[in-house]
């Protein structure tokens, strides 16, 4: 016996306490397994010796979009990038604290995001005082806490980023790393289409036989060097992100409004570079994908160190050209692309190439257009052009504890949104059940991820 249709006024409730019950699969962030180790805080005056799994206070003040806000307030000529970034962890975040949360109001999402996972994690800020946190977390164990953590923000599982091409994360695979089955790798690949060359050097130094020219022979050990780390991290997905001006095909004239293509100057070095990156695409990423049954995510739109002093604060949001994930959609229809912009301006027209390829798969508000305002905007019109086949949010967390805050922020938000949309379908006379709800939630929050894996 079908349960009875939902009436207009039980719609919110139902979505809300649907999208707060169902648990998460995260695929994209930068978080690590606490097998990979944490970093080790030392005395003040030197930095913190680096680690992987990030969490607690100093780490959730210290993030990158924190830094970027507190040198708005604090210049560089009043605190040197050098000075700062000798600072112990303690030091940044006292520093960040005293000047973005204490001396004015802490209301951007990232200052927000800091205030709702101290929140949630039960502590107290109303003195102002960071002490009483800091004696709270320096009591915390790391792996019972990463259990804490994900239950508090309803995450099942978190997909991690694991760029081969860092040396320290590239040693500590070699080492031999199981993680926790909660949290997945994903190949990330940047240098390969962004720096050919680089990468060819790294890549011959660790006994593939590449050279710079992309010809047969170093297509089959550049496909080698992919299937070895694939099959070592157990790889779900290839990832890598592209500048603005990446276009596809390289070389398409698009003066003449052609898809994709152009951007970037004909027969230069960048021409040369990109040209390269073409092949190593074509021929090496998206054919081994393809093999393995994998998808290639492509997070488009980031011009990187446009102030290198802020290090991983100082990349910047450029618009993009969907025009080029078409023609690559169109090109590969046995590839699978997972997609997201970092342009606002590009959101639109990406949603739309979306309706076009059953290849392409849409997901998350990412970075820069990660605020209450863009998710709105964005799954709004997701909604309304993609129905329930996209993947309205990934965290991108860096820090563990920061899924607390993303999480909470962006249900809330994701909540709003599709109960506007099944009032919509109420008032238009669908019997919406709560199963209705549950099942369409389950898919946004995890099977659309899962079920695109596994197409
Ligand atoms: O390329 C990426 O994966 C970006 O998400 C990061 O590089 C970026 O620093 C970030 O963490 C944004 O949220
Ligand atoms: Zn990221």
Not at 83 to 112: G, N, Y
Not at 172 to 180: H, I, M, Q, S, T
């Amino acid at each position: 016996m079908t349960a009875a249709p939902l009436t207009r006024d039980q719609v919110e409730s139902v979505v809300s306490s649907a999208v707060r019950a169902q648990p998460v699969v995260d695929m994209h962030t930068h978080l690590y397994a606490p097998v990979f180790g944490s970093p080790v805080p030392t005395s003040a005056g030197k930095a913190d010796r680096g680690g992987f799994l990030l969490w607690g206070l100093d780490e959730l003040l210290t993030y990158h979009y924190l830094v970027a806000e507190v040198y708005r307030v604090v210049p560089a000529t009043v605190l040197p990038y050098e000075r700062f970034w000798k600072m112990t962890k303690a030091e940044q975040a006292d520093h960040i604290w005293k000047h973005l949360f204490v001396e004015r109001s802490p209301i951007s999402e990232a200052c927000r995001g800091v205030l709702t996972a101290l929140r949630k994690l039960g502590l107290d800020v109303s003195d102002r005082s960071l002490a009483p946190a800091r004696k709270w977390f320096a009591q915390q164990d790391p792996s019972r806490y990463v259990d804490r953590v994900m239950e508090l923000a309803n995450v099942e599982s978190i997909t991690m980023t694991n760029p081969v091409f860092d040396d320290a994360e590239r040693e500590r695979w070699l080492k031999g790393v199981k993680p926790d089955p909660r949290f997945e790798a994903v190949l990330r690949i940047d240098p390969l289409l962004r720096d050919w060359p680089a990468a060819a050097k790294k890549m011959h130094a660790w006994g593939y036989a590449v050279g710079t020219e992309v010809d047969d022979a170093t297509v089959e050990e550049a496909r080698r060097f992919l299937r070895d780390w694939i099959d070592r991290q157990k790889a779900i997905y290839l990832a890598l992100s592209l500048p603005p001006d990446w276009r596809y095909p390289a070389d398409a004239d698009t003066s003449s409004g052609g898809t994709g293509g152009g951007g970037i100057s004909a027969g230069g070095p960048a021409d040369l570079l990109a040209r390269a990156g073409q092949s190593i695409l074509e021929r090496v990423v998206l054919p081994v994908c393809a093999e393995r049954g994998l998808p290639f995510a492509m997070m488009i739109g980031s011009r990187l160190r446009v102030n290198p002093d802020l290090r991983d604060a100082g990349d910047m949001v450029g618009k993009a050209d969907v025009a080029s994930v078409t023609s690559l959609a169109r090109a590969f229809p046995q590839n699978k692309f997972f997609v997201t912009m970092l342009s606002r301006e590009n959101q639109h027209e990406l949603a739309v190439a979306a309706r076009k390829f059953g290849n392409l798969m849409v997901f998350g508000c990412w970075w820069f257009v990660n605020n209450p305002s863009l998710i709105d905007e964005i799954t709004r019109m997701r909604v309304e052009l993609l129905g329930t086949s996209f993947i309205p949010q990934h965290s991108d967390a860096r820090v563990l504890d920061q899924l607390v805050y993303k999480w909470d922020h962006s249900r809330g938000l994701i909540a709003s949104v599709l109960a506007d949309k099944y009032r919509d379908a109420v008032d238009a006379g669908w019997p919406l059940t709560t199963a209705d709800v549950e099942r369409d939630v389950r898919l946004y929050l995890k099977d659309n991820f899962r079920d695109f894996l596994k197409r």
